[in-house]
């Protein structure tokens, strides 16, 4: 029996419409589970994987 | 631009003007500073010209306490020449930024990363789709840490 942690407390997996979705871009890759009871979102889990990070370029006068 | 000055730059280990810091216990072997990370509403304004944290546009939520959780940093600043003439310093956090069992109804879409240790000063801020998380947990993941990826880059061309 698996739980998931709801805003009505810890609740039976098998009690509940689990969703999932996703999404991909050059920022991130995305993932969500969201657990709803009789209509009502009861849990929202999101993961974000960022891909990179901005570069800052530095900038001397020359190389020399 | 020399790579390794870059390097330097990003641990603090050059000093080409005046500043004022909280001591970080030895002049000659300093500690690392602390780095925290928040999280902001979609409707927030953070960009280049933010210097400091401020509470103003956080989220607010169940068990979310306001100047967010602490970033593991156990990776070290890397310098590395790319040509003689270029070159990228970077760092990336090395664990998973994660908020635990909390609800945040209010769109955010933006984390803010700071130096807790130096007065709140400003690092970075990364953007990604708006979200809501609801008695669940949201789990940010870094880039891998390399000279293209990594989540802070200073670099020369």
Redesign the interface.
Known sequence: MALV???HGEMDESLLEKREGS?D?D??T?T???YWLNGE????????????????????AS?D | ?CTSF?GDLLVGAQQLSTVTLTSRGSLTAPTTDTVKAALYLASATLNASTTVYSSTGEVTGTNYVAGGVTVTNANAVTATNSST?AG?AYW?PSASIVYT?V?LTTAFDCVFLYNSTQGNKAI?V????S?????????????ASTT??????????
């Open positions: 942690n709801t805003t999404l871009n920022i991130e995305t969500w589970t969201e979102l009861v849990h929202r889990s999101v993961h974000v994987s960022l891909k990179t990070g901005p570069a800052l370029f530095a900038e001397a190389f | 631009m870059m003439t990228v990336t069992n609800t970075s990364h953007t990604f789709g979200q809501t998380v609801t008695a669940g947990t949201f789990t940010l993941t870094m880039p293209s990826t990594a989540l802070i880059r200073l670099a020369t061309t």
